[in-house]
């Protein structure tokens, strides 16, 4: 069994695989590049199954990356929505204008708080096609077509009626 690498030398590496993920290298790539480059203590190439957890690392620590920043900046724009609210002039308090704005941030801090409950889906038959159009485009194509003269009699009736 080869020896562990130490805890910088890993760092690195999975620095590296991020790199080339990024570089959006495909993944098989990015395997035989790490046997090519990655050596244990001994010189010795390391195995797949270290590439592959060399990658899930990478990706692991990159996604969490990702969500520390975005939390980051959603606590900012929260604390500035916050301090909007608080800096509104006091010829607006109380008026319709003023509680219009206020509520109009309120509902922006509960929607990057997260509080509103995700849009429920249209629902669906038997057989999993929606049952409301997703797509009225999809309707428009299936009328019948129409020409201007059927049209034109056809309001003109409705305009006797």
Known sequence: MAAKSNKLVTDKRVRT???WIIDDWAIADIKAQILVQFKDDKGNTISTRQAERYIKEARERWNQDEDDRI??????????????????GREYVGTPSGMNAVLRIEREITKLEGSYPAPKPPPRDGDGIPIV??????????LPEVS??????????????
């Not at 159009?133 to 299936?142: F, G, Q």
């Not at 034109?152 to 409705?158: C, N």
């Open 17 to 19: 695989i991020q790199e």
């Open 71 to 88: 939390d980051r900046i959603r606590r900012k724009k929260i604390e500035g929505l916050k301090k909007l609210k608080r800096s509104l």
């Open 133 to 142: 159009p997703e797509n009225l485009s999809i309707v428009a194509d299936s």
């Open 148 to 161: 201007t003269e059927e049209l034109l009699k056809f309001l003109a009736k409705r305009a006797n009626t």
